[in-house]
C-alpha cells in the first residue's frame, strides 16, 4: 500500500512559480513510477508529467513542456512539480499519482486509467 499526499498549492498570480511535492509513504517508492495530473473545473482529468521508475526518463503534456519540471528524491520518498511562467489555464487540482515499475510514457498514455495509486490533490490556482 502506499499512500501519497500533495502538498504546495495555492494562489499566485500569472507568471509565477510554485513547486508542488508529493510525499510517499512505504519503502518501495524507487519501484514505482510517479507522475502529475490535473483537472480544472468542468474538464476531464489530464496528464501532466511522469518519471519513470528507473532509467530517469521523463515525459510532459505538450502544454508544459519548458515551463514545468518533474523531478524525484527517492531518499525522501519524494516526488516534485516545478511550476515557472504559470498560466491561468493551469488552474487546476493537482493529483500526484504512483505506477508500479512504469515508464513516464506508459503514464501519459494510460491518461491516468489503471494507476495504482492517487493522491487527494491540491489546488492550484492562477490568477490573471
Known amino acids: 500500500q502506499v499512500q501519497l499526499v500533495e502538498s504546495g498549492g495555492g494562489l499566485v498570480q500569472a507568471g509565477d512559480s510554485l513547486r508542488l511535492s508529493c510525499a510517499a509513504s512505504?519503502?518501495?517508492?524507487?519501484?514505482?513510477?510517479m507522475g502529475w495530473f490535473r483537472q480544472a473545473p468542468g474538464k476531464e482529468r489530464e496528464f501532466v508529467a511522469a518519471?519513470?521508475?528507473?532509467?530517469?526518463?521523463?515525459y510532459y503534456t505538450d502544454s508544459v513542456k519548458g515551463r514545468f519540471t518533474i523531478s524525484r528524491d527517492n531518499a525522501k520518498n519524494t516526488v516534485y512539480l516545478q511550476m515557472n511562467s504559470l498560466k491561468p489555464e493551469d488552474t487546476a487540482v493537482y493529483y500526484c499519482a504512483a505506477d508500479f515499475k512504469a515508464t513516464a510514457q506508459a503514464m501519459a498514455l494510460r491518461r491516468g486509467y489503471g494507476i495504482d495509486y492517487w493522491g487527494k490533490g491540491t489546488l492550484v490556482t492562477v490568477a490573471s
Open positions: 518519471f519513470s521508475w528507473s532509467g530517469g526518463s521523463t
Open positions: 512505504g519503502r518501495t517508492f524507487s519501484t514505482y513510477a
